[in-house]
């Protein structure tokens, strides 16, 4: 059913890196290419012969551990919001640095609250995405990165001009800060995925995260709806435009609109969604608009080969 060409292809692709590549194939010569066939037909990272890959850019496994370094963001601070407590230890280590998670707490949404509802629903979601990243990705997932949701929503805040110098920014104290806070970074993991997408070579991958993309599509609505009915245009204008004045020189973010139009839905002019660079995401991920490899939400910057943000002038 494999020919050898096909298994070393899928098994070169699966890997994070040359050095996971090598495991790969000291196990084939152990363990028999019979062996190794059947252990990628039963695997989630299985796909056809038209996955095949030139080698030119990221391989799909770097794609996906950059997709996770995010899940396990939007997981942490959508768990703590309605739970108090964040990702379990099992869900959380892997290769590279692991770290911890500062800041978070559960909110004070009110008596049966709709917004307490959706954030429920989004911590389910956001936990189930790290656990078949991790899944995936098997043993060359990478571990949860060093989080910060305290200082980073307060320097996230000012740039956007919610608050003053001095002044801090909770996203935990009460539904507004909490969707405000969500915003923030909500979309991003939208324009991400679409971003990665042309990047991801097997097939089973770019299905699962076009799965992902959706669900995360979904999420960013709720959060758009819920503040648009709220009257919180103008807050989520301000933060739309300092994501922009992180990513680079194009206007392409977009708030939720004005009183008297609503704009739920951020498309080009062919209703398409834009994408991100991982480059990008990172720019906003880590607060700035430089070159770096930490800073903001990742302190100690994101585990695995994708890591840097992009330079713009």
């Known amino acids: 059913m494999f020919d050898q060409k096909f298994i070393t292809d899928a098994m070169s692709r699966s890997?994070?890196?040359?050095?996971?590549?090598?495991?790969?194939?000291?196990?084939?010569?152990?363990?028999?290419?019979?062996?190794?066939?059947?252990?990628?037909?039963?695997?989630?990272?299985?796909?056809?012969?038209?996955?095949?890959?030139?080698?030119?850019?990221?391989?799909?496994?770097?794609?996906?551990?950059?997709?996770?370094?995010?899940?396990?963001?939007?997981?942490?601070?959508?768990?703590?919001?309605?739970?108090?407590?964040?990702?379990?230890?099992?869900?959380?280590?892997?290769?590279?640095?692991?770290?911890?998670?500062?800041?978070?707490?559960?909110?004070?949404?009110?008596?049966?609250?709709?917004?307490?509802?959706?954030?429920?629903?989004?911590?389910?979601?956001?936990?189930?995405?790290?656990?078949?990243?991790?899944?995936?990705?098997?043993?060359?997932?990478?571990?949860?990165?060093?989080?910060?949701?305290?200082?980073?929503?307060?320097?996230?805040?000012?740039?956007?001009?919610?608050?003053?110098?001095?002044?801090?920014?909770?996203?935990?104290?009460?539904?507004?800060?909490?969707?405000?806070?969500?915003?923030?970074?909500?979309?991003?993991?939208v324009t991400a995925y679409k971003g990665a997408a042309p990047l991801i070579d097997n097939k089973t991958y770019l299905e699962a995260a076009a799965g992902i993309l959706a669900v995360e599509a979904y999420h960013a609505g709720i959060i758009r709806t819920t503040l648009y009915a709220l009257d919180l245009q103008m807050p989520a204008q301000a933060i739309s435009d300092a994501r922009d004045s992180l990513d680079g020189s194009a206007d392409l973010d977009q708030g939720i609109g004005t009183k008297a139009t609503a704009n739920l839905v951020p498309t080009d002019a062919n209703g398409i969604a834009f994408s991100r660079s991982p480059g990008q995401v990172l720019n906003i991920a880590y607060l700035t608009s430089k070159a770096a490899k930490e800073g903001g939400f990742f302190p100690k910057g994101v585990n695995g080969d994708i890591n840097r943000s992009a330079a713009h002038s």
């Open 15 to 189: 890997a994070e890196d040359p050095v996971d590549r090598r495991i790969l194939f000291r196990a084939a010569g152990i363990a028999g290419i019979g062996g190794v066939a059947a252990l990628i037909a039963s695997s989630p990272a299985y796909a056809s012969k038209e996955s095949d890959n030139s080698g030119n850019g990221p391989s799909d496994g770097a794609i996906l551990n950059f997709a996770l370094n995010l899940e396990y963001l939007e997981a942490e601070f959508y768990l703590r919001a309605v739970t108090g407590r964040g990702l379990s230890d099992g869900l959380t280590d892997g290769k590279g640095r692991k770290g911890g998670v500062t800041g978070g707490a559960q909110v004070p949404f009110k008596a049966g609250s709709l917004i307490e509802k959706y954030a429920k629903e989004i911590a389910a979601d956001e936990e189930s995405h790290v656990k078949f990243l991790r899944t995936a990705l098997g043993k060359a997932a990478v571990s949860r990165p060093q989080i910060d949701l305290e200082a980073s929503f307060t320097a996230a805040a000012m740039a956007a001009g919610l608050i003053k110098a001095g002044e801090k920014f909770n996203p935990f104290v009460d539904e507004t800060s909490f969707l405000l806070g969500a915003f923030i970074f909500e979309d991003v993991g």
